[in-house]
């Protein structure tokens, strides 16, 4: 596979990993909570889920794309998951929920082993982060929306995402 490419501040960094694709199914990694408990994404299978993966909750961008997610998702229903993924210790994503404002946000880390960056394709080389990704996954557990952002300091398509989501949980 050819070395894929992400830019920070027009300088380009190599993204490890194998991307994932619409239709695969979604790889099963295990993550750490804020409370450093192991949790696998399989714990969320059978619901609609959206990962929304940033490169640090301490950025304004990253804070941003997590606070749009979550709201939006709310209005979704209960059994909506909306997952942010960061390389991020789980104490900094403990402080940043607690100063969040944010209800039922959950945080999880990637920190101990990049499995998940590893999975999903999103594990920037030269600085061991996660590059800012969004992926929904159907209640089947299959991958339905997919998208790599190329340049860290740039948002997601949020209504593109969001709409994938409302499909697969059937708003």
Request: hydrophobic content about 40%; overall charge positive.
């Amino acid at each position: 596979m050819a070395n894929r490419t992400v830019t920070i501040k027009d300088k380009p960094y190599t993204l490890l990993g194998q991307p994932v694709k619409v239709g695969d199914p979604a790889p099963d990694v295990e993550l750490t909570a804020n409370d450093f408990s192991p949790v696998k994404l399989s714990a969320y299978n059978g619901k609609p889920r959206l990962i929304s993966v940033v490169y640090s909750l301490d950025t304004g961008l990253c804070d941003a794309q997590t606070h749009k997610f979550n709201e939006e998702a709310v209005k979704l229903g209960g059994d909506v998951v909306v997952l942010t993924v960061s390389a991020d210790l789980p104490f900094a994503q403990k402080r940043w929920c607690g100063a969040s404002g944010l209800q039922n946000v959950i945080t999880l880390s990637d920190h101990k082993a990049m499995a998940f960056a590893g999975a999903y394709g999103v594990h920037i080389q030269e600085r061991r982060v996660t590059s800012r990704a969004v992926f929904v996954v159907d209640r089947q557990n299959v991958v339905r929306y997919v998208e790599y952002v190329p340049v860290v300091g740039s948002h997601p398509n949020y209504d593109a995402a969001l709409q994938a989501l409302k499909q697969v949980a059937g708003k």
